[in-house]
């Protein structure tokens, strides 16, 4: 079965400092990773998605992430945090186990920007 | 293309009352989910729909739930009779099959 775990439900930087927010995924087949952003009354926006091509993932407004086979890991990173990026960002993993493709996603991860 | 469209986007009503909410997906796409999202719970799937047939119906919490999907086009969750615990923001979202999953503004649903 799919998981994702998000290492910590806040994180808090400062504007101009690095962002990284951090997944752990468990997926008994090569998985399909994504990362998406939540505002405040919105729906989820897609910051990026894996799926087996390139390890490292560009994405919108900066972000990238690594995909890491050997860690389990897909974690986002961002080289200078903006106060606009302050949302919540969910991790998900899709890995098409039993025939369909259904994203589980994390529990969230609140990103806090301070000047 | 409008995105997917969820209707309405607040629904406050009485427990003991019914509550549909509905959802409109992207064009072409034959995947469709409905999330719902609550603080103790996070993102939790519901239900979903591959080509308007249900699939995996194993989050739906209780029988007062249910959800149907007439065609490519169209789908609701109704809840009946609605208690204050099923107060929650409610997603309706869809794909292509193992490409990312495209999110409705959500309904935020109060049940008092």
């Known amino acids: 079965a799919q998981s994702v775990t998000q290492l910590g439900s806040h994180v808090s930087v400062s504007e101009g400092a690095l962002v990284l927010l951090r997944c752990n995924y468990s997926s008994s087949v090569p998985p399909y990773l994504f990362w998406y952003v939540q505002y405040p009354n919105q729906g989820l926006q897609l910051l990026l998605k894996y799926t087996s091509a390139a390890t490292l993932v560009k994405g919108i407004n900066g972000f990238e992430a690594e995909f890491k086979k050997s860690e389990t890991s897909f974690h986002l990173t961002k080289p200078s945090a903006h106060m606009s990026d302050a949302a919540e960002y969910f991790c998900?993993?899709?890995?098409?186990?039993?025939?369909?493709?259904?994203?589980?996603f994390g529990r969230g991860t609140s990103l806090i920007v301070h000047p | 293309d409008a995105g997917v469209i969820q209707s309405p986007r607040h629904e406050v009503t009485e427990m003991g009352q019914e509550v549909t909410l509905r959802c409109k997906p992207i064009s072409g796409h034959n995947s469709l989910f409905w999330y719902r999202q609550t603080m103790m719970r996070g993102l939790e799937l519901l239900i979903y729909?591959?080509?308007?047939?249900?699939?995996?119906d194993s989050g739906m919490p209780e029988d007062r739930f249910s959800a149907k999907m007439p065609n490519a086009s169209f789908s609701t969750l109704k809840i009946q009779p609605s208690e204050p615990r099923d107060s929650a923001v409610y997603f309706c979202a869809g794909s292509s099959a193992g490409a990312e999953a495209f999110f409705g503004q959500g309904t935020r649903l109060t049940v008092v």
């Open positions: 729909f591959n080509n308007n047939v249900p699939i995996d």
């Open positions: 998900a993993v899709s890995d098409g186990s039993g025939g369909s493709y259904i994203p589980t």
